[in-house]
C-alpha cells in the first residue's frame, strides 16, 4: 500500500501501515519547514536518507534550538518533544518516519506559537 500526498513543503508518502506502525517518507523541499508539532503518547524514529535535516527542537519561535542531522543519520523523538522539520535553503531532504499509527495523537501549533487541539 502506497499512498501519496502533496504538501506545500513537499510530499508525504505512506511506505507501510499496520496496527503496529506506519512507514513514511517525506520530501522536503529546499527552504521549507512543516508545521510545529509534538504527540502526546507517540514515539518517532527519523532516517536521513538524503540532505540534512535541520530538526527544530525550538517550543516557541523566539528560540533557537536546531539539530543538524545529516543523511545516514537517525534521531528518535519521544512524546510531547514539540519539532519541527526543516530543509536548509539550498537542499532538499529526503527522510523515512516509523510511528505508532495513532494520528489522533498529531497536535500542530497555532500560529507557531501555542498548542492546540491538544488536553494535557
Same mark, same amino acid.
Given at each position: 500500500?502506497?499512498?501519496?500526498?502533496?504538501?506545500?513543503?513537499?510530499?508525504?508518502?505512506?511506505?507501510?501501515?499496520?496496527?503496529?506502525?506506519?512507514?513514511?517518507?517525506?520530501?522536503?523541499?529546499?527552504?521549507?519547514?512543516?508545521? +510545529?508539532?509534538?504527540?502526546?503518547?507517540?514515539?518517532?524514529?527519523?532516517?536521513?536518507?538524503?540532505?540534512?535535516?535541520?530538526?527544530?527542537?525550538?517550543?516557541?519561535?523566539?528560540?533557537? #534550538?536546531?539539530?543538524?542531522?545529516?543523511?545516514?543519520?537517525?534521531? +528518535?523523538?519521544?512524546? +510531547?518533544?514539540?519539532? +519541527?522539520?526543516?530543509?536548509?535553503? #539550498?537542499?532538499?531532504?529526503?527522510?523515512?518516519?516509523?510511528?505508532?499509527?495513532?494520528?489522533?495523537?498529531?497536535?500542530?501549533?497555532? #500560529?507557531?506559537?501555542?498548542?492546540? #487541539?491538544?488536553?494535557?
Amino acid at each position: 500500500m502506497t499512498k501519496k500526498i502533496e504538501r506545500p513543503w513537499g510530499c508525504e508518502e505512506t511506505i507501510a501501515c499496520t496496527s503496529e506502525y506506519i512507514v513514511k517518507k517525506f520530501f522536503i523541499n529546499a527552504g521549507a519547514k512543516l508545521e +510545529r508539532q509534538f504527540h502526546l503518547k507517540c514515539e518517532e524514529s527519523i532516517y536521513v536518507d538524503h540532505g540534512v535535516l535541520h530538526l527544530d527542537l525550538s517550543e516557541t519561535e523566539d528560540e533557537s #534550538n536546531i539539530l543538524k542531522i545529516n543523511s545516514g543519520d537517525s534521531w +528518535r523523538m519521544l512524546p +510531547r518533544k514539540t519539532y +519541527r522539520f526543516c530543509a536548509p535553503q #539550498n537542499t532538499n531532504v529526503v527522510l523515512f518516519i516509523i510511528t505508532t499509527p495513532d494520528e489522533a495523537d498529531l497536535f500542530y501549533f497555532e #500560529n507557531s506559537t501555542r498548542r492546540i #487541539n491538544a488536553k494535557i
